[in-house]
């Protein structure tokens, strides 16, 4: 069975610096997809950015962007200049029958 | 397009009871998963019907059902109630043809807040 991981329950970060948040995940598979989903407190979950393993070249979505490792099976998000509104759960997401990850809590200080 | 929407948003029941709970798919999508979410055990899922049809299926006991409509609306229900059955209970409503979930964005809903006591 697919399993994902995420080694960070919390973290936080400075209005406008960068962090990065980890994600590895196991599977037999050759393509998939894989997810990052953000959940503010208001609990509505929405999609950040998704990556196809077929494809080499890591995703980006405006401030966010992946670093796809698909030998190491790591799926890392990178948010630059974070914001307040960044403030939410994070999912990492395995595709093909969803596995989520346990998320990690990002806090933007301001 | 008006998003996924989840009703009830907050629930109470007691162990012992049963519950449905509803979910309206954004027009169009036909495919309907669902989710529950707890601190301890994060976001784990449950089924997903796409044209009536159960599709693909967790790793839940079979208290956990649901079913399809031909509008695409979803229904969960839960039997005999467990203190453990306490959770935020997400649906999600995807465009897609793809018999694997996952392939395509889900689109969420708020949740249901179920709290058994």
């Known amino acids: 069975a697919q399993t994902v991981t995420q080694s960070q329950p919390e973290m936080s970060v400075q209005e406008a610096e960068t962090v990065t948040l980890s994600c590895t995940y196991d599977t037999s598979e050759s393509n998939y997809y894989l997810f990052w989903y953000k959940q503010p407190p208001s609990r509505q979950m929405i999609l950040v950015i998704r990556q196809e393993a077929y494809k080499q070249q890591n995703a980006t979505e405006n401030r966010f962007s992946v670093n796809f490792q698909k030998a190491a099976k790591s799926f890392s998000l990178k948010i630059s200049d974070s914001q307040l509104g960044d403030t939410a759960m994070y999912f990492c997401?395995?595709?093909?029958?969803?596995?989520f990850g346990t998320g990690t809590s990002l806090t933007v200080i301001p | 397009k008006a998003g996924v929407t989840q009703t009830p948003r907050y629930l109470i029941k007691t162990r012992g009871q049963q519950v449905t709970l509803s979910c309206s798919p954004i027009s169009g999508h036909r495919s309907v998963s669902w989710y529950q979410q707890t601190p301890g055990q994060g976001l784990q899922f449950l089924f997903e019907y796409f044209s009536e049809t159960q599709r693909n299926k967790g790793n839940f006991p079979g208290r956990f059902s649901g079913r399809q409509f031909s509008n695409s609306r979803s229904e969960m229900n839960v039997s005999t109630l467990e203190l453990g059955d306490s959770a935020l209970y997400l649906c999600?409503?995807?465009?897609?043809?793809?018999?694997?979930?996952?392939?395509?964005?889900?689109?969420f809903g708020p949740g249901t807040r179920l709290t058994v006591l």
């Open positions: 997401a395995y595709g093909g029958q969803f596995y």
């Open positions: 999600a409503s995807s465009f897609t043809a793809s018999g694997r979930v996952g392939y395509n964005e889900q689109f």
